[in-house]
């Protein structure tokens, strides 16, 4: 084997990990998901609603990207970890991000045929949000783990949130697409509906 595809298959072995970091939601009634698990649901999620993103868009976006970017932006918590979206507040949030920015530099850098300038330009692309896709994806990314408490009746009993706690952390991000806020609003209700989710006090769901 070259040294090329050597340094091709030892990153392939390093993505290979993410299946080992266990998130904060459940996949099922009695296991924690996998990162990995996410972020190929992400990846679904983004080709399942695609049309429809471009038609509150009002213009193409670039689909192939988004599924990357699905599928990259965490791989960088198989060596820094996967804090709680509860839990990342002021001095964690920016732990976090220089954490997750050493080991995308270390991870990415190198790899061959202009694949890790890819890589870590996708990431930060991610990071910064500021392009159409990527908002998209940060927004499916959040509104995940409110589907997978729904779904798996884990509810938010562990954070000690309630709907209103919930619409602080999910309404930022789900809000830059009208399908991605009706859908929060439909999980919200309904676990609210079915005891997961204790009702807020400042007003109706979205």
């Known amino acids: 084997m070259d040294d090329e595809l050597r340094g091709r ?7 290979a990990r993410l299946r080992e970091v266990e998130r904060h939601n459940n996949a099922t009634a009695s ?3 996998s990162v990995a698990e996410h972020s190929w649901h992400l990846a679904m999620v983004c ?7 471009e038609r509150e ?3 193409a976006l670039d689909l192939s990207r988004m599924i990357k970017m699905c599928l990259l932006h965490d791989v960088v918590e198989i060596e820094a970890g996967d804090p709680s979206a509860w839990r990342t507040d002021g001095d964690a949030a920016a732990d ?14 190198g790899l061959p045929d202009g694949l890790g300038d890819e890589l870590l330009a996708l990431w930060h692309e ?11 994806v940060r927004g499916v990314d959040r509104l995940n783990p409110a589907l997978m408490r729904y779904l ?12 209103d706690d919930l619409d602080r952390l999910q309404l930022p991000r789900v809000g830059v697409s009208d399908a ?3 859908l929060y609003g439909e999980v919200r209700d309904a676990a609210v509906a079915q005891g997961l989710l204790p009702p807020g006090k400042e007003g109706d769901a979205p």
């Open 31 to 33: 296991r924690r998901e």
């Open 96 to 109: 976090k991000a220089r954490t997750e920015e050493e080991v995308a530099r270390r991870r990415f850098t």
């Open 47 to 53: 080709w399942a609603l695609h049309t429809r993103f």
């Open 152 to 163: 798996t009746g884990q509810g938010w009993a562990d954070v000690g949130a309630d709907a």
């Open 57 to 59: 868009h009002g213009g």
């Open 9 to 15: 298959l030892d990153f392939i072995t390093f993505t």
């Open 126 to 136: 991610y990071e910064r949000g500021e392009t159409p896709e990527s908002r998209l």
């Open 180 to 182: 991605l806020t009706a």
